[in-house]
C-alpha cells in the first residue's frame, strides 16, 4: 500500500467521473445461426445456435478447456465461424478485452496520452477523471506505458475500452490482476453499462453483482439459464438431484388436485369417500406443517439476516468506492490507509455473508423440495392426484 504523499495535478482537485454509456442498440445484438468451429481435427461448435438481446448480461461458465474463449472471440467477432452466420443487430460494433490485447498499448506513449489520444474533444479534466477512476493520480499520468506493471496495463486498456464504450462488450477476465480498488471501479461501471456484456471471469462476487444471465459452455453444448448466478446454483442443484422442471410442473398440480378433490357426487353412504381425509391423516399433515415451519424459521431468519448485512456491506463499499475515486484521498496517507483497511476487511465479510446466504437458500430449497415430495406421498388412493401418481 503507498502511503507517501502523492503531488496532485494543477487540475480541479474533486473528480467525479461518470461512465460514458453506449449508444442504443436494436432490441437483437448478435446472432449466431448454425455455426461450426474447429482447430484443426478439435471439433469445438456443431450447429449452435446462439442470440444476444439488449440489455443482457451474460456470464460464461464451464470447465477450463470448454470453449468459452472461443464462444467469446464468436461473439466479439475476433474469429470467424467455418460455417453458418454471425450477424449483428441494428447501430451494433463489439469490443473485444483480453490479456493480450494489452499487446495493443503504444509502449512510447503515456497513460495520459493513450486516453486523450482515443477522446477527441474531451478535456483534460475529463480524461484525468478517467485514469483517475483506474488510480492513475498525480505522476502516474505521465508514466509511459513501457513502464508500467501488468495490473497498470490492466487497468489502462479497460480504461481506453471505456472510453466510448461499444453496445457489445466481450471481457475475458478483466480482472485478473487488478487490485481491490480497481476491480470495484470496473464492477460499479459494468454494473451502470446500458449495453450488452458477455463476460469470462472466476471472479464470483463480480458474476454475482453483474451477470443477469448464465451460459454454461461444456463439451460444445452451450446451455442458456435466463437469471443471476444464485439461481444458476439452484438449477444446477436441482438437476444433480434428478428433479426436472417438469417434476416441478407436476407436484405442483398433484397439490392443487388434491386441493380442489371431491367426493363423487352419486355417494350416499356414510363410508368415508375416496380423497377424505381421516382424523390420523390430519393430525399427521399438522405434524408435517409444523416439523416444516421448524426446520425452515432458522433458515429463513439466517437468508434475511445475511440480505440485510449484504446490503449494509454493499452500501458502505460503494461509499468507499467513490471516496477512492477522489484524488484529494490520497493527499492525506492516514486516511487512505484507513479507506483500504476498511474496504479489504468489507470485502472479506461480503464473501462470508454471500456464502451463508447461498449455503442457507440451498437447504431452504433441499427441505422445500423433500416437503413436497411427502405432501404427494400422503395423498389418499382414490383421490384425483393419487390417480396420477399410479399412472
Known amino acids: 500500500i503507498r502511503s507517501e504523499l ?5 487540475e480541479p482537485q474533486k473528480v467525479h467521473f461518470r461512465f460514458r ?3 442504443r442498440s436494436g432490441e437483437l445484438v448478435l446472432e449466431l445461426s448454425r455455426v461450426d468451429l474447429s482447430y484443426g481435427s478439435l471439433c469445438v461448435y456443431d450447429n449452435l445456435d446462439f442470440r444476444l438481446f439488449r440489455g443482457d448480461k451474460v456470464a460464461l461458465v464451464g470447465p477450463n478447456g470448454a470453449g468459452k474463449s472461443t464462444l467469446l472471440k464468436l461473439l466479439a467477432g475476433v474469429l470467424s465461424p467455418d460455417a453458418g452466420t454471425r450477424r449483428e443487430g441494428v447501430r451494433v460494433f463489439a469490443a473485444y478485452y483480453a490479456q493480450h490485447q494489452l499487446e495493443a498499448l503504444n509502449p512510447d506513449k503515456t497513460v495520459f496520452a493513450e486516453i486523450d489520444d482515443v477522446a477527441p474533444g474531451w478535456t483534460q479534466s475529463e480524461v484525468r477523471g478517467l485514469v483517475g477512476a483506474f488510480l492513475f493520480h498525480g505522476r502516474d499520468v505521465d508514466k509511459k506505458v513501457k513502464v508500467l506493471s501488468g495490473g497498470e496495463r490492466g487497468r489502462l486498456a479497460l480504461a481506453k475500452m471505456l472510453v466510448e464504450p461499444a453496445p457489445l462488450l466481450c471481457l475475458d477476465e478483466p480482472t485478473n490482476h487488478l487490485d481491490i480498488a480497481s476491480a470495484d471501479v470496473l ?8 449495453g450488452t456484456l458477455a463476460l469470462i471471469t472466476h471472479d464470483r462476487h463480480l458474476i454475482r453483482a453483474v451477470a443477469n444471465k448464465i451460459v454454461e459452455v461444456d463439451g460444445g453444448k452451450v446451455t442458456i439459464y435466463d437469471g443471476d448466478y444464485d439461481y444458476y446454483l439452484w438449477k444446477k442443484q436441482q438437476e444433480a438431484d434428478g428433479i426436472t422442471a417438469a417434476d416441478q410442473v407436476d407436484s405442483q398440480t398433484r397439490l392443487v388436485a388434491a386441493a380442489s378433490a371431491s367426493p363423487p357426487a352419486k355417494a350416499k353412504t356414510k363410508t368415508r369417500q375416496p380423497g377424505k381425509k381421516t382424523r390420523e391423516q390430519k393430525r399427521a399433515e399438522a405434524h408435517a406443517r409444523n416439523s416444516y415451519y421448524r426446520q425452515t424459521k432458522d433458515l429463513n431468519d439466517a437468508l434475511t439476516s445475511s440480505e440485510a448485512a449484504l446490503e449494509e456491506i454493499q452500501t458502505r463499499l460503494d461509499v468507499l468506492t467513490q471516496q477512492m475515486s477522489d484524488p484529494d484521498l490520497y493527499a492525506d496517507s492516514e486516511a487512505f ?10 470485502k472479506k465479510q461480503l464473501t462470508t455473508h454471500e456464502e451463508r446466504w447461498l449455503v442457507a437458500s440451498e437447504a431452504l430449497a433441499a427441505i422445500t423440495v423433500e416437503n413436497s415430495a411427502l405432501e404427494n406421498a400422503r395423498l389418499p388412493r382414490g383421490s384425483i392426484a ?6
Open 6 to 10: 502523492v503531488q496532485l495535478p494543477p
Open 21 to 23: 454509456q453506449p449508444p
Open 187 to 194: 464492477e460499479q461501471a459494468l454494473k451502470r453499462f446500458t
Open 337 to 346: 490507509n484507513a479507506a483500504v483497511t476498511e474496504y479489504a476487511q468489507l
Open 386 to 391: 393419487a390417480d396420477k401418481l399410479v399412472e
